[in-house]
């Protein structure tokens, strides 16, 4: 999935992709967004209006830290 917006209480930026873990019942998601490494950086509870699914070729970009 990919975030519509920030999340910069835990360094996530709009376009960040996660993958979902778990699809609660009533509807959203369990995101968990990692680094190269596959250490978590954020499990987040998201609604469907928050994220959009990655579908079709994607360019994934990293992003130069410090």
Excluded: C, I, Q, S
Excluded at 24 to 53: I, Q, R, S
């Amino acid at each position: 999935m990919v975030l519509k917006r920030d999340h910069r209480e835990v360094g996530l930026e709009a376009g960040d992709v996660g993958t979902v873990v778990l699809v609660y019942p009533k509807g959203g998601y369990m995101v968990e967004f990692v680094d190269h490494e596959g250490n978590t950086l954020a499990l987040l509870d998201l609604k469907e209006d928050e994220v959009l699914p990655l579908r079709g070729p994607a360019l994934l970009r990293a992003k130069v830290l410090g």
